[in-house]
């Protein structure tokens, strides 16, 4: 058997409020490393608050969140536990919406989102680029002080997975899930086996149906385990972000955080067996 315990949350993240994002991503950490896990996946764009609107553009939002990151690679926050943290990243002259995954003091990988929400309350488009580049990887070059304290200059950037000895994971950025071509198929055909999807998701009456629908149909034909990850509560907008953060295996849900909670961190971890991923009966 191939255990392997995975661990998500929900997030009660403020738009520009760096401080109590970060207690509340660190808390989420701690809480994980305490029950085991060995992943933990974190809301879309969590460090800097998904709502930010037009402070998106501003140099000093990013600049900020690099600052976060930093931190939290330097303390021991990573160590023997893979983390995605969402935050916005500018490569050459764009802004991409990203899950910057990191282990062991290292980022391993960032991946930026590649179909963007656009419709209902969503704007993203605003603020950043979609990642179309789906052929290959690219070199990112960290900036200079991130580089200087985490002795690492250079990251791959774009679509990809991330091989280790017993298994795959990839990340599938909220929106993603719900587009025409969901690139968790190819990543499942590709070998992953784990999904982490960071999401930012309002609530809207009847919503949380058509995410859990999409969870399931993403896992229970070719197998899976599907992390999802979402912000509870407002964050200074006018939106209530609904949690319900979830990890799906194989098309059954085997851990969910609430809906309406007040708490700031909320935690759904599983331990799965991942052989039961690969040995999923083909209908
Ligand atoms: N942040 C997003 O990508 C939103 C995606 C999707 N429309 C949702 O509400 O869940």
């Not at 052929?135 to 991130?146: A, K, M, N, V």
């Not at 298994?167 to 909220?174: D, N, R, S, Y």
């Not at 899976?224 to 849900?253: A, T």
Request: hydrophobic share 40%.
């Amino acid at each position: 058997m191939r255990l392997l315990k995975v661990a998500t949350c929900n997030l009660n993240q403020w738009a520009m409020d760096f401080d109590c994002n970060m207690k509340n991503i660190k808390e989420s950490i701690s809480r994980a490393k305490e029950a085991g896990a060995v992943i933990r996946l974190g809301p879309e764009l969590e460090i800097t608050g998904y709502g930010c609107e037009d402070h998106f553009l501003e140099l000093d939002t990013v600049n900020h969140a690099w600052d976060c990151l930093k931190e939290l690679l330097l303390g021991d926050w990573t160590n023997g536990i893979l983390c995605s943290f969402g935050m916005p990243v500018i490569k050459g002259s764009e802004r991409y919406n990203c899950q910057v995954l990191c282990l062991d003091r290292k980022i391993l990988m960032i991946r930026p989102k590649m179909w963007l929400a656009n419709d209902g309350n969503y704007r993203e488009l605003r603020w950043f680029t979609a990642w179309k580049q789906k052929e290959h990887l690219e070199d990112f070059l960290l900036p200079i002080d991130i580089s200087e304290a985490l002795s690492q200059t250079v990251v791959p950037f774009g679509y990809g997975y991330i091989q280790f000895l017993d298994t795959a994971v990839a990340a599938e950025v909220c929106e993603e899930l719900f587009s025409p071509m969901p690139p968790h198929a190819e990543l499942s055909l590709n070998g992953v086996e784990v999904f982490m999807n960071a999401s930012g998701s309002h609530h809207q009456l009847r919503k949380l149906d058509l995410r859990l629908r999409a969870f399931i149909g993403a896992t229970h034909t070719r197998g899976g385990v599907y992390m999802y990850s979402n912000h509870q509560g407002c964050d200074g907008g006018r939106l209530y972000y609904d949690g319900c953060s979830c990890i799906v295996v194989n098309g059954d849900v085997v851990a969910q955080g609430s809906q309406f909670s007040l708490k700031d961190v909320e935690m759904a971890v599983a331990q799965v067996d991942l052989d039961a991923v690969c040995s999923i009966p083909v209908y």
